[in-house]
């Protein structure tokens, strides 16, 4: 079957992703990624992670690289 024909108007498709950490320390921002979602993955805050990072706001941008 060809995938034009299973696609429909309207229609949201997701595509996994494979998860990215760099190092120990490091990891890079994947699609539908929020700091709360890392903190949780890495067991630590979202203030730790702002502090680290020394970020202003919770926008990521896909790709950026964070220290964890």
């Known amino acids: 079957m060809v995938l034009k024909e299973l696609e ?3 229609q949201v498709l997701k595509i996994p992703v494979k998860e990215e950490v760099v190092g120990d320390n490091v990891y ?3 699609s539908g990624d929020s700091l709360w979602s890392i903190a949780r993955k890495f067991n630590t805050t979202v203030d730790n992670l702002r502090a680290k990072n020394n970020l202003k706001s919770d926008l990521l941008s896909i790709g950026q690289v964070l220290k964890v």
């Open 28 to 30: 890079v921002v994947q």
């Open 8 to 10: 429909k108007e309207g």
